[in-house]
């Protein structure tokens, strides 16, 4: 059985595509007590998580367990004073405590805040200073704690610190202390309006921004596990994401939950294309959702027989044709590409593996109401670049699954829904059969002798070259031109870079570019100015 039927309205054509979607909920809507509790009372048997490590450990929970331990952390924070609306921040890597402790913060109407493990003390300080932090629960693996420790220090205040399994100085041991406490609990009320959740942005752009998302925000992920993700009930969903990135959201708990399915966690450090196929394997893991890198190191080192994988999706940055028509190749399956941000759900996506088209973010979300705009404000023709900006419902409301608000910035919060519609910031074009392409940030957009460039389409060219390993293409500023287009580009081991080299890999791009987009200069770099998510921090290339 599935709950997402009791929250979502759909229809379909005769075809047996869907032609509308709509949510409904209550006023008091939890994730904790309305799914997870709901499957334990429905069917507490039904597998909830599947987990397993490097060390060959592995664990299996059904919803009845997940419910009573959930419980049992909840009443642990209680009882030490977390209450409604105090912030608590996490970073459990990938460790199964997540998908209890998860549910038990939203249960009490504690506010989670997610982050990754790879946080500095200096990372913790400014998220203490900027939410005003009460509890943490970390994993007792590596420096952690330490980090952790020293960020309190400095800041001074009441923390209630928590780690899981082992004790570490400092600590109290949440492990530990579930076992003493009570499965029973008394039912917190909140609002579906209430703050539920609060993820930092990678600082792309500028300092990490707290991204507010309230009790609706699980809903949103039905489209996402059902339609993009193509989950089943009673099957087994893999996502590769830590539990401090939003994606986490997207691919580990919420949507897929709702839709039935099992959700797959491997709990790993070092990245190894073997070892997460034997598990895909192993398990028999049915959908399966990774960044492009995880399909270019699987293409790279051999793509194995994975019988019972169905369906395969990607996002976070851009797919490289080559590696899409490789994969296909070898296992029969379309990678379904997806967009969306920190700030939303799913926006667009490669809903249909039969329709899916290497590059394109896929057409738009049956959830959202999308439009182009210029920078004049006109709606873009298509083709033409235009920013990706999300409308109201038909209600004039907030979509569900876009954030309500930014932390203490109510000024950038309307700064990104002037003109009445949430302004994205990235850069996209759509074509005749309303396929969605990326461009870049909307602040990336090069402009050149009269013409607007996207980085991605320049990147994508570039990665063709074989000895080429990451790029990152920018504008400069230019007598001529206004601005240039300059590549910053690491090569792969063993490849010098000399004059010669450049010139060839200038030469290859700007063959298949049109001559607007040539590529003028290229700098060779031993790595890329990244945030901590990964992602590269242009606004540092664009000013060296």
């Known amino acids: 059985m599935t709950l997402y039927q009791k929250y979502a309205e759909e229809s379909f054509d005769e075809n047996g595509r869907l032609v509308s979607f709509s949510l409904k909920y209550p006023d008091n809507f939890n994730f904790g007590y309305d799914v997870v509790d709901e499957y334990a009372r429905l069917e507490p048997d039904k597998r909830a998580l599947v987990w397993c490590d490097t060390e060959g450990r592995e664990r299996e929970f059904t919803f009845g367990e997940l419910s009573r331990l959930s419980n049992r952390a909840a009443n642990v924070f209680l009882s030490s004073g977390i209450k409604k609306g105090d912030r608590v921040l996490v970073a459990l890597k990938k460790h199964y405590e997540y998908w209890i402790t998860a549910p038990a913060l939203a249960k009490i109407g504690a506010v989670m805040i997610p982050v990754t493990h790879m946080l500095t003390a200096k990372d913790y300080i400014y998220r203490i200073e900027a939410a005003g932090i009460k509890g943490f629960v970390v994993t007792d693996q590596g420096d952690v704690c330490a980090r952790v420790l020293e960020a309190v220090k400095k800041t001074g205040g009441e923390h209630l610190l928590w780690t899981v399994r082992e004790d570490r100085e400092g600590f109290r041991n949440l492990t530990a202390e579930m076992e003493q406490a009570d499965e029973e609990l008394r039912r917190t009320e909140t609002s579906v309006k209430d703050p539920m959740m609060i993820y930092f942005t990678s600082g792309t752009t500028g300092l990490p921004k707290g991204v507010i998302h309230d009790h609706s925000y699980p809903l949103a992920h039905i489209v996402t596990a059902r339609y993009w993700h193509h989950v089943k009930d009673g099957g087994l969903h893999f996502t590769v994401a830590e539990t401090g990135w ?42 399966f959702c990774a960044p492009p890198t995880v399909y270019r190191y699987l293409v790279r080192s051999g793509v194995p027989d994975m019988p019972s994988l169905s369906h395969a999706t990607t996002a976070g940055e851009l797919l490289n044709p080559e590696v899409f028509r490789k994969f296909k190749e070898k296992t029969g399956l379309s990678l379904c590409e997806g967009y969306g941000q920190t700030e939303t759900a799913l ?107 996207g980085p991605y389409e320049i990147e994508n060219v570039l990665m063709e070259h074989p000895d080429i390993v990451e790029c990152s293409v920018v504008g400069v500023p230019d007598k001529l031109r206004g601005q240039a287009i300059k590549a910053y580009i690491v090569l792969k081991k063993g490849i010098t870079a000399e004059h010669s080299l450049e010139k060839e890999i200038r030469d290859f791009a700007n063959a298949r570019l049109s001559d607007y987009k040539w590529v003028r200069m290229i700098e060779f770099v031993d790595e890329m100015p990244k945030t901590i998510s990964g992602k590269v921090r242009k606004i540092e290339q664009r000013k060296s």
Request: hydrophobic share 35%.
């Open 347 to 453: 926006l667009t996506g490669n809903f249909s593996a039969e329709e899916s088209v290497p590059g394109s973010m896929g057409v738009t979300s049956p959830q959202y109401d999308l439009v182009l705009l210029t920078r004049d404000g006109k709606k873009a023709a298509v083709g033409e670049i235009g920013e990706v900006c999300v409308t109201p419902g038909k209600d004039g409301n907030r979509p569900v699954g876009l954030f309500s608000g930014y932390l203490d910035n109510d000024e950038l919060f309307r700064e990104v829904w002037r003109g009445g519609v949430y302004h994205t910031g990235d850069s996209a074009y759509i074509d005749e059969q309303g396929r969605y392409w990326f461009n870049g940030r909307f602040d990336d957009i090069i402009k050149t002798g009269g013409y607007r460039v």
């Open 246 to 287: 939003a994606k986490s959201s997207w691919g580990k708990i919420y949507g897929q939950w709702l839709a039935g399915s099992a959700v797959m966690v491997f709990d790993f450090d070092n990245f190894d294309p073997k070892m997460m196929m034997h598990v895909i394997n192993k398990y028999k893991v049915n959908t």
